[in-house]
């Protein structure tokens, strides 16, 4: 058996960014991850580090970690009915938010962790959770040879996603779900496109988006119905749709992925149950159009490393009993953004889901939002930030 006093259950953002809080603070953990490492870092998701996910790696010494490759200019933009309309920062020195592709990030943080010592295990397979409301938890995995490995924690950090094995180890009745449906889904499709391009486009046949994820790759996005199917999206029907949301024709290329993604908030609360400690996506969900579900996991991942540290050095367990209710709170804030922005796009475009009088409102709103410095500077930053 092995004993260490944070077990880390997911290499994702959250999981590697608690590992590296923890390790630079002399906080024993060990990171379980199913997948190959290989696989981890080429997870192609999020692509920008808002400002205070920024200012909170510097703080912890990790600025390096935001250190990507090296990206082409980007072009960025935003579209309503073919018109581009222009969108400047007033002030650059505030806009300290870095456009850092995950699976950049990801690989940086693993560099890190792996550096400095960290105990990384990938292809951890059937990982199980034991013991949760004792001073003691368990997780069980089988290693890449097949044999079985026990772990003893004083916590568990469920940093593993909306369909990982932490949130499932939770016994039924224990959480609250609060979720919304939006009512519609985008078609996210990953392609090998130079990511020189980026911006979103409002249209009376649906969003779309077009935002770099690399020098050599850039996530398309449209909005769809959400009974469509990947069937009903050939290649062709893709590159024409951009275009006429566009209002001009995009730079084409190889199509390397596609799925179907509805668009939804979800919240768990508490996001505690005995010594396990839920994070990122295994705790809540933002749609993708706010661009903040990565933010909201570094938020938590920090938020949940100062409980531990504090713990550990003071034996003081006041944060870790208050670590729900301080995300939660950052988390609503966040869920009334995306919550907003979501809505407000697609309703000024795509009649279907809200009607006339909802896109003249949406448009209304758009129109009084780019007469606003700061607004200018969100909506700059959503045109590079899409998750």
């Known amino acids: 058996m092995i004993e260490t006093t944070v077990v880390i259950v997911g ?96 690989r940086n943080l693993t ?51 909306d369909r990982g094995v932490s949130r499932a180890s939770i016994p039924d009745g224990i959480l609250t779900r609060y979720s919304h449906e939006y009512g519609y889904a985008w078609l996210s499709v990953l392609a090998a496109v130079p990511g020189t391009s980026s911006g979103m486009a409002i249209h009376s046949r649906g969003l779309a988006g077009l935002i770099p994820r690399g020098a050599n790759a850039s996530r398309i996005y449209l909005q769809i119905p959400l009974e469509s199917t990947v069937a009903q999206w050939p290649d062709e029907r893709i590159w024409s749709e951009l275009e006429a949301r566009y209002g001009s024709a995009r730079q084409t290329g190889p199509i390397i992925d596609k799925r179907i993604v509805p668009l939804r908030s979800v919240v768990y609360e508490p996001m505690r149950y005995g010594r396990l400690y839920l994070l990122g ?78 896109k003249k409102i949406a448009r209304a709103e758009l129109q009084r939002q780019f007469a606003s410095p700061a607004a200018n500077r969100l909506f700059a930053e959503l045109t590079s930030g899409v998750n």
């Open 11 to 106: 290499a994702g953002v959250a999981g590697l960014t608690l590992g590296n809080f923890l390790l630079r603070n002399d906080v024993s953990c060990i990171v379980l991850e199913k997948n190959t490492r290989e696989y981890v870092e080429q997870r192609q998701r999020a692509g920008t580090v808002d400002a205070r996910g920024v200012r909170m790696y510097r703080a912890w010494g990790l600025g390096e970690v935001l250190n990507g490759d090296p990206l082409p200019e980007v072009a960025g933009g935003f579209w309503i009915d073919g018109e581009e309309l222009p969108i400047e920062f007033d002030d650059e020195d505030n806009n300290d938010s870095i456009l850092c592709p995950q699976q950049v990030l990801v």
């Open 111 to 161: 560099d890190a962790f792996l550096r400095d010592g960290g105990d990384l295990r990938f292809q951890a397979s059937d990982v199980t959770l034991a013991d949760l409301t004792t001073d003691v938890p368990l997780a069980r995995y089988r290693g890449t040879d097949g044999s079985e490995e026990v772990i003893r924690a004083s916590f568990v950090a469920g940093c593993d996603g």
């Open 281 to 358: 996506d295994a705790a809540h969900i933002v749609p993708p159009m706010s661009a903040k579900g990565i933010n909201l996991a570094l938020n938590d991942a920090e938020t949940f490393a100062r409980a531990v540290i504090q713990q550990v050095r003071n034996n003081d367990d006041a944060l870790l009993d208050s670590y729900s209710d301080d995300c939660l709170g950052h988390i609503w804030n966040y869920q009334a953004f995306a919550a907003w922005i979501t809505d407000t796009m697609h309703d000024a475009g795509d009649t279907t889901y809200a009607g006339e009088f909802r």
